[in-house]
Structures are given as C-alpha cells and as structure tokens.
C-alpha cells in the first residue's frame, strides 16, 4: 500500500492506522512455471520448469546488475506464454529445444553483449545435450533488407539481429521499450521493422499475424503537462480535455471497429522514462491492457495496439515498471560508426565530385581506425557518442567540399585541399570535444596519422593553437 516511491501517493497516516500489516510470501516459481508447462502440452514439464526455475536464478545472480534486467515473475510468465505458442505451432518437436528458443528469445534482446557469453554458458550447462534450435527468418530478413537499401542504410548483421528480436519481443509483450544510447538505431530499428511486415503483407506473406501493415505514432511524454498526456477536467467549466495518450487508443480503437482492423498501430514514446507519468500506464502494460483515466473512463486497448518506449536508460524508472515491458538493449557495438561512412558516401554522389569522393572514403576511414579507439579512452568535456563524432565529421567535410562551395583549377590544388580539408574536418569533430588535459595526446595520435597525407597546414604546429 505504501511503495514510497515517485509516482505513487503515501497513505496518510490516520488513513493507514485502519490497517491491518499484512506479511506476503514468494511465489513458488517452479510450481507455476509446471502448471503453465504441463497445460500447454509439455509431457516433460516436470523436469523444464526445475531447469528453467535455476536458469533464473542463476542469471540474477551471475550477470550484470542493469536497470533494465528484471527476472521476476512476469519474466517467467512471458518465456511460458512463448514456449505455449512455439509448442502449438510445432508440435512435433523436442520439448526442451521449444523451452531453450523461448528462454532465448525472451531474455537475449535485452542483454549487453558481455552477459550473452554468460547466459548462453547457463543454459548449455541446463541442457548439455539438446541441440540450438534452428530458426528460419529468411522472409523477414529479406524484408528488412529491402527497407534498408531503400533508405541508402546498410546491412549490418547485429543490428538486424536487433531488429528480429524487437519483432520476437513484441510476440509475447504489448509494451516495448528499446533501450540504448544516442546514435545506437533505436528510431531506426522500429521504423525498419515497421515497413518490413508491411512489405510481406503486401507481396502476400499473411500466413504469420504479426506480417501486417504498420502505421507508428510517436509523441515526446515530457514535453507536455501530465493533463496534457492523459486527458483532465477543467476546474472552472468541469468540462473533461481529451489527452493525447486517451485520444490515441481511442482511434486505435475505433480503426478496430472499422474497415482497417488489420493494419497494427505502434505508440512510440520517444522521450525519458520517469516514475511521474509511467505510473499512469501501469494498468495498460498489464495483462488486462486496461487505460484508466480520471473521468472513470476505462478504455481496453486493442490486440492491434503496441505501446513502444524509446529510453537512453531506465535509472529513475521503478522496478513495476521494467517488469511489465519487454526490452530490446542497443549498444554501439550492434551498428558502429562504418556503416554511417558509407551511406554518406551513397548519399554524396553528385553532391562531391566523384573523383575526390573516391580519396575521401579510404581516407576518413584510415584516420578513424585509428583515432576513434584512442578518443573513446579520452575525457570528454561533454559527453558524446562516438556515432555523433563521426557524422558531424561527415557533415564538416559536406560542407567545405559540395560543389557548390568550391571550384578546383586542377588535380593537384583538388587533391591538396581534399586533404587539408579532411583533416580539419577530423581535428574538430573526433577531437574538438576533447578535455583539455587530453588534447596533447590526441595532437600525437593525430599527426602520427596525418603524415601519410600530403597535408600542408599542420607542419610544427600544435593543431590545437
């Protein structure tokens, strides 16, 4: 009754001296995952539930301390929702391959790549003898790769990956959130998959229910007053205000009712996760999928419907809230900052001259294969992402070199300030934001690269000065 923390009003305490204490009891996890078990089929469900209890276990006490990890009893409860729909869909195949692709696909999406070793150690060490399930995503990765040539994006096998479990996610939890820093491809991950299942929609794939055509509405939740978010009365005419969030499960709603049931809509929160308006959705991430608002209006949200979060972290968020979502956690490591080199390079065609666009890309990426593992270990005076060096690197070279901001005599003068301008361009992204008692040795690494180009503007001097 008493949770003591934001987002959640204290009793007073004349109001609390009415009750009674009361003392509560952990749920015998091992006994409820056997009763899921064994009323989905499972024969084995016995020994599975033992297994899949210590896999928890182990994982809470072995891995990493995230915000974001939760392995409570809603964690179970989606890994045997999901081994339920697997065992009905293949019911011919081993049981214990069905437990460890849903134990997989529940939990793999949210670990930091340093965790994935452990957990994969768990679980081969649970089932030594059972096989990796095979899973067959041709359809869909081919999808997802026509959405990314479209957009001049690359294919990058991580972040693909990403992608497919962000779908396999959403199979089992109606609130997603995509975990991970600036620059790591959360916006880009849901739009992507978005349009993919709408392309298989489209060219005829509607054999799975989720391969449907995707509409995402994205709004900013601190951005506006909470009234504003969930809908409040006016205290003067006692006339209630539609919220956004109210307005938007409402059509969503209504599109149900109408012609277009089978077109998904996703509600992407592109914004901060604090306890202050998370609170307000508590009934909706639940099972009952129930948006309660202070009219006593109680709106049931549709199956069409998927609550999406985009969050840099999850540190003043309470653990009821990081229970009820699935997560997808994006590091850099998943995208990197290569890819983003090329697709400029895509991009810039007939912007840059061919020619000077042909030195410029090995270029760049010979002073960024060396520098960017130096500048990570750098102070920073304002932290940054790697990812945003590099495109404001990009963006300074756009500028000095677009064609219509200069025009060469000849080859020469174009090669000499092809460089010049490069290396400006590197000095004032990668290392521009560098601390002060760094710059030195940025100015070290940086020359010692520099000397393979025929750059004119940085004999003996300090490039900082």
Known sequence: MNPGYAGRTELPDNLNALFRPISMMIPDYGLIAQIFLFSDGFAAANDLSKKMVKLYSLSSEQLSKQDHYDFGMRAVKSVL???????????????????????RDSNVPKFLEHDLPLFEGIITDLFPTSKKPHIDNAKLEGAIKNQLDKENFQFVQKFNNKIIQLLETMTVRHGNMLVGSTGTGKTTCAKILGRALQQLYEDGHRDDPFFNPVEIRTLNPKAVRMGELFGETNVFTNEWKEGIVSKLVKDAVAELEGKESHWKRWICFDGPVDALW????????????MLCLNNGQRIRMPDTCTMMFEVNDLKVASPATVSRCGMVYLEPVHLGWRPLIQTWLQKMEGVIEAEQLERIGPMVNTYLEKLVPKVSNMKMAISSEISNLVSSCLKFIHIFLNKDAVKFENKEEADKSVNNYVAFSVIWSIGGNIHDDDRTKFDLHFKNQVSQFATDFLKDVNIYE
């Open 81 to 103: 929702v999901m081994a339920g729909k697997l065992r009905r869909k293949s019911p011919d195949a081993p049981e214990d391959e069905l437990l460890i692709r849903a134990m």
């Open 278 to 289: 998370i609170e307000n959705m508590n009934t909706v991430l639940d099972d009952n999928k």
